[in-house]
């Protein structure tokens, strides 16, 4: 108010005091005593102001003032000084405005290190600076400085010396028991960010122990800190540390009381499992990720339903999957032959490991102990008869696991009198065996199950040999308390004990060197030395069979019985159907595809195959389908196109959801997964959905459309054929205003025009161009003019110039000499477009379109000559045959540009005049889209 009185005062006075020819100026134009200071005589005189804003202001211009005062190192010096004296001001807007300028500060200094006077500054100034900000009483001076370590840190202005011995420390006695709760939580999250920028060296050196220590902090924002974090940590840190030091602590979290920390390492699991080798990814990953997925709180299954697709594509092995991404980040297919080889390679190797463990395990004298009557007679039965021993080849039978059997079913066990039967060939021992296992069962099943989470406590905490100890218990309770699993375990055993009267044995007389039909007394010392041979081995082979794919889920699946029923529920079917698989032929009934894979844990990919069930919804995420289907391409990477059956029901489930955001997902991607599956099961699978999508909504359409013709390019020819009738469909939207929708029709159009013959270009593509070009919207006629330049290219280049000369004369007729200007402005670019993709021969356009150009040099409408004149003056005038002066269209087009740059509107001269004045636009508009991309 005090402004404008003060003006109406000067405008009243001015009649008074100034003639009529003198200018009343501005109170900004008034030089004021500042403005003659220089920049280091403001900052000295400003510096300890009384005046906030003062202060403010010289905190901005600091900068300015460094490099005003660079050549002279006296006054450098004066700045530096001022800017400390800033630093203590008692405002935090103060220090806030300073913080912001002093990254700008240190990268000027860092680039002029070549002068020995910037050499020192950074470390005598700037970072004990930043260093004392960091522990800042307010919060928006400790964000900001922050946010300046992370920026110096990533171009490298700080000295190693100097992060070693001033930054880190600072950080790492934040995060001490003596510090704020949010100045810990802050410093935790410093600590992990830094340790990306410095590197594994440092970060295992200054951060590795504290991290671990913090993980296990009483304060649960310092755990749920941690557990964000985590994979940054491990990732910087590698694999082996990461095993040895970080994964016990991330067991923990996981367990963690408060959900929210769970969910945490629920988001990050997918970071911690690409840092951690295969073994441990499927051996102990897995289970801990089962357990967020059952996990009571609803916030930490979405969370882990959220990430299981993601997880699950760290088991990818393009060795199996057939698929590999390239130095761009391209898909790209291995040759089917590669592929089998490598397969060949794969199983082999497979074959060899798992015959020498079992040899090693077997020769260790690992096994389950023995009944304890019969164990010393055993110990003397294998010293003094090691050709009795020899006989038998263990190996022989290690790759079939030995079913379960009642020996009741033969044998009274109430009779304590010694009993005599007939050995069959190998089934007598396997009844003595699981006479005992059945035994040791009864002794296990008597021990409460415990909690899921105190298995996973001992299953990270313990050995190996406690793991499957604890998961034969879990396999025995879990098939005690299951009637359903008790009912079918006693048919089987009917079923072999029928078939077990009718088996002779040569190998019977080899074990035992007595006839079939001879009888045998069971007290006998060789006999229950064989029978304590087979237990032995029994257990091994069941041992064996677990760590196979469908032992595992066997394993797994009690797990999830005492963890949460509803798994039980959804899946029972499913492991009804392994019991029962019996062949491995596709077309059989008991073909069950999940058997034969061995890349993805089964329970990963049950409960991801679960994610389409409507109950999931409900109780999970409403979302969840869209999660599924946004992890789809990334599932089917990881299985590979030879087991693409596992999944290939929840595609189709997920391709007819009600939801069309889960449809679009799925038509955003559809391109990939046809580069993942190869062409026969695209063609097979993937082109029934792409036909309904065609008939989709425009927000599904849109996601074909987009990758329209890559994703054509991967089928077979008769069916890209066959969609050239359809491809007008795309011009009919539910919206007409939806013009970015035609726009993306003429950019997939061109590309298109590659997979097909000049006739069908002309037939089919060649009518939806002419469409596309006069569209009303000036965009897609832009891209358009470009489309009908490649189809005249193609056209032109075939044996047979009908189509070409009928195309040409299609455009002089329906836009050279349109009535509407946005017709004949549509002539001038498609003119443009011909001669920048080089649709005709200079000759050709010389004779057939330039003389129907020219003629529109003298149209009526300034935006037609303005497209005139750019085509002239970017396009034709630099090529060297219409340079020429030999060429006979030389002369009108030099006449018509000296016309055009006499014309009345302004535009047309701009254009008639520069030869490319779009190209510093042009160079800006990419540089800021760069920038725009890298932040």
């Known amino acids: 108010m005090a402004d404008l009185l003060l003006l109406q005062d000067l405008t009243d006075c001015g009649d008074d005091d100034y003639g009529e020819n003198d200018m009343i100026g501005s109170i900004l134009d008034i030089t004021t005593q500042d403005e003659l200071l220089s920049p280091l005589d403001r900052l000295r005189k400003y510096v300890d102001s009384d005046n906030l804003f003062h202060r403010q202001m010289i905190a901005r211009s600091i900068v300015d003032t460094l490099k005003a005062v660079s050549d002279e190192d006296k006054e450098c010096s004066a700045v530096f000084r001022a800017m400390l004296r800033l630093s203590e001001d008692i405002e935090p807007s103060v220090r806030s405005e300073l913080m912001e300028q002093v990254p700008h500060v240190a990268m000027f200094c860092h680039e002029m290190s070549s002068r020995p006077y910037f050499q020192e500054p950074i470390s005598q100034y700037i970072v004990q600076m930043i260093v004392n900000y960091l522990t800042d009483t307010n919060n928006q001076v400790r964000k900001t400085s922050q946010a300046a370590l992370l920026v110096l840190l990533e171009q490298g202005v700080f000295k190693k010396s100097d992060v070693e011995e001033m930054i880190c420390p600072v950080i790492v006695n934040l995060t001490n028991a003596d510090s704020s709760d949010d100045l810990r939580t802050e410093a935790v999250a410093l600590m992990s960010k830094v340790a990306t920028l410095i590197g594994k060296m440092l970060s295992e050196k200054l951060f590795l122990h504290r991290f671990g220590e913090l993980c296990l902090d009483s304060l649960f924002h310092v755990r749920k800190v941690c557990a964000a974090n985590f994979g940054d940590m491990c990732n910087v840190v590698g694999t082996d540390p990461t095993e040895r030091l970080l994964l016990p602590r991330f067991y923990y979290l996981c367990e963690d009381g408060v959900w929210g920390v769970r969910k945490a390492c629920a988001e990050c699991f997918m970071a911690v499992s690409y ?20 996990d009571q709180s609803r916030w930490v299954r979405m969370a882990a339903f959220q990430a299981l697709g993601p997880f699950i594509s760290t088991f990818a092995d393009s060795s199996k999957s057939g698929v590999y991404f390239n130095d761009d980040g391209c898909l790209m297919a291995i040759s089917d032959e590669l592929l089998l080889q490598n397969a060949i390679k794969a199983a082999e190797k497979k074959k060899r490991e798992n015959a020498d463990s079992y040899t090693n395990e077997h020769n260790s004298d690992t096994y389950p102990t023995s009944h304890p009557d019969t164990t010393a007679e055993t110990e003397e039965i294998k010293l003094g008869n090691k050709s009795e021993e020899s006989a038998f080849n263990e190996f022989n039978f290690w790759s079939c696991p030995l079913p379960v059997v009642d020996t009741t079913s033969f044998i009274d066990t109430n009779n304590t009198t010694s009993q005599t039967l007939q050995l069959p060939e190998i089934e ?15 002794e296990l099943t008597d021990t409460p199950p415990s909690a899921p989470s105190e298995n996973l406590t001992n299953i990270h905490e313990q050995s190996t040999e406690s793991q499957s100890e604890e998961d034969n218990v879990a396999i025995a309770t879990g098939s005690d308390n299951d009637p359903d699993t008790a009912v079918s375990e006693e048919e089987e055993e009917e079923g072999v004990g029928g078939e077990s009267d009718q088996l002779t044995g040569e190998g019977s007389d080899e074990l035992t060197g007595k006839g079939s039909g001879e009888l045998i007394d069971s007290n006998d010392p060789l006999h229950k030395a064989l029978v304590e041979e087979y237990i032995m081995f029994g257990e091994h082979a069941a041992n064996i069979g677990s760590t196979h794919v469908i032992g595992t889920q066997v394993n797994e699946l009690t797990v999830f019985q005492n963890t949460n029923a509803n798994i039980e529920d959804i899946h029972s079917e499913y492991y009804e159907e392994t019991s029962a698989v019996g062949s491995a032929d596709p077309g059989s009934v008991d073909y069950d595809p999940f058997s034969h894979q061995d890349t993805v844990p089964q329970s990963l990919l049950e409960h991801y195959i679960s994610m389409i069930d409507p109950a999931r919804a409900q109780t999970v995420d409403l979302e969840i389908a869209k999660h599924c289907a946004y992890s789809i391409p990334a599932v089917a990477f990881t299985l590979g196109r030879r087991n693409w059956i596992c999944i290939k029901n929840v595609y189709e489930t997920l391709a007819q959801d009600m939801q069309w955001k889960v449809r679009r997902t799925l038509a955003f991607s559809l391109h990939d997964l046809a580069i993942i599956l190869g062409q026969e099961i695209t063609c097979c699978d993937l082109v029934p959905v792409f036909n309904s999508f065609l008939k989709d909504l425009d927000e599904v359409r849109i996601g074909i459309l987009k990758h329209l013709s890559e994703f054509l390019k991967l089928v077979s020819t008769d069916l890209q054929i066959t969609y050239l009738a359809k491809l007008n469909v795309f011009l009919s939207t539910d919206n007409s205003r939806n013009w970015r929708f035609r726009m993306d029709l003429a950019e997939q159009l061109i590309d298109l025009c590659e997979l097909y013959e000049p006739q069908e270009i002309n037939e089919y593509i060649c009518p939806i161009a002419l469409t596309l070009a006069s569209d009303r919207v000036a965009e897609v006629r832009k891209t358009a003019s470009r489309l009908v330049a490649v189809v005249l ?29 946005f017709g004949r402005r549509m002539f001038a670019d498609l003119c443009q477009s011909a001669v920048d993709e080089r649709s005709l021969p200079h000759e050709q356009f010389a004779v057939d379109l330039l003389p129907n150009l020219l003629a529109l040099k003298n149209d009526c409408v300034p935006n037609v000559r303005m497209a005139v004149a750019r085509t002239l003056v970017q396009s034709i005038s630099p090529l060297e045959y219409f340079s020429s002066y030999k060429n006979p269209q030389h002369e009108p087009l030099i006449s018509a540009v000296k016309l055009l740059q006499s014309d009345g509107d302004r535009d047309v001269r701009f254009y008639s005049t520069l030869s490319n004045p779009y190209k510093h636009h042009e160079d800006a508009v990419r540089s800021f889209v760069f920038i725009d991309v890298a932040v």
Do not use: G, M
């Not at 007598?428 to 009864?442: G, I």
């Open 793 to 821: 290219k193609h056209l032109r280049d075939s044996e047979e110039l009908v189509n070409c000369n009928n195309l040409i004369r299609t455009i002089i007729n329906r836009y050279a000499y349109c009535p509407q200007w």
């Open 428 to 442: 007598t021992e396997t009844n003595s065996n699981h006479t005992t296992s059945s035994e040791t069962e009864t």
């Open 275 to 294: 840092a951690c080798s295969a073994s441990t990814r499927h051996k102990d990953l897995t289970p801990l990720f089962i357990s967020l997925i059952c």
